[in-house]
């Protein structure tokens, strides 16, 4: 089970209410005087990987500690098109003014999940990682990277201080030199701490000859084709780990699988999955009162 510190998941819900509900909710307030006895439910609406239940828990609590919830799925579990997630009992107005700051977290990090998940089988049967990248929404990091994690993705980096990752913009600050990948190498290999992984960035076999001149950890290849790709992992012929990264998708990540990659780093997994589509449906659980003749 991939599990997330819970202080922070505070945070984030902390964060999360006080954008939306730091100044009241005057639609509730208008409506509703008195407390409204009421149950929700939270449904998929689609067949996904859960994650964010915990924080929609944690929202859900925040807003009202008095509010009763039933968890039919946790973090890390799938559920089908129609199932229950979540059924919460208690003040209808706590239920609204939660609503939206809960469901936030279930969509986006459920969605992150999901195509996490759906990258992984497609590979199923290599022996390959699917790992996520830096490009996350700010604050979201962890968040997200628990998302990816969930999904049964790997993490990168969770921030610059984790590895020495040399890409294209440090590169471009050394092409003075004649070699600038090896450059780069011998410079990282000098200066790193022995713990620190060395990766760099290629979009050549040139450069990939360059990289390894200088045994760097990881040669990450940048935007190759899946031939470009068994040609450098053939060359690399084990010295290193090999990367793949770069316009992945669906559609030929199975190739980049195949061509001998041992682990694929994929940005859209954290910046452009989509949302997973759940709903909230609630009722009133005041009996209407019968008129008398």
């Known amino acids: 089970m991939v599990t997330l510190p819970a202080a922070e998941i505070r945070r984030a819900v902390r964060q999360g209410l006080d954008e939306d509900l730091a100044q009241g909710d005057a639609t509730t ?11 929700a439910t939270i449904i998929a609406q689609q067949p996904l ?33 129609g199932e229950l997630l979540l ?22 990090l459920s969605g992150i999940a999901t195509a996490t998940q759906q990258f992984c089988r497609a590979v199923r049967g290599y022996s390959v990682s699917i790992l996520d990248t830096r490009k996350t929404l700010p604050g979201w990091r962890r968040l997200q990277k628990w998302a990816v994690a969930l999904g049964g993705g790997t993490n ?7 590895g020495i990752l040399i890409k294209d913009n440090h590169l471009a600050l050394l092409r003075r030199h004649r ?7 011998r410079l990282a290999e000098r200066r790193r701490s022995s713990t620190l992984p060395i990766v760099v960035e290629v979009e050549s076999l040139s450069e990939v000859r360059q990289a390894l001149a200088r045994k760097p950890d990881v040669i990450l290849l940048d935007n190759m084709t899946p031939d470009m790709v068994r040609r450098a992992v053939a060359l690399i012929h084990k010295r290193a780990l090999v990367e793949v990264s770069g316009g992945i998708t669906l559609n030929n990540v199975r190739a980049m699988a195949a061509a001998g990659a041992d682990r694929i780093s ?22 209407a009162r019968r008129r008398h003749r």
């Open 29 to 39: 307030a208008a409506l509703f005087a008195t407390p409204v006895p009421a149950r």
């Open 49 to 81: 990987v859960v994650a964010g239940m915990a924080a929609a828990v944690q929202t859900f609590l925040m807003v009202d500690p008095a509010l009763r919830l039933t968890l039919s799925k946790r973090d890390g579990e799938r559920a089908k098109n």
């Open 266 to 287: 994929i940005g859209a997994l954290t910046h452009s999955a989509p949302a997973a589509t759940v709903s909230l449906v609630m009722t009133s659980t005041v009996r």
């Open 156 to 162: 990168h980096r969770y921030s610059l201080s984790d």
């Open 87 to 108: 059924q919460i009992e208690g003040d209808g107005r706590s239920i609204l003014q939660a609503e939206r700051v809960a469901l936030n977290f279930l969509q986006h």
């Open 179 to 185: 070699r600038p990948v090896e450059e780069a190498c």
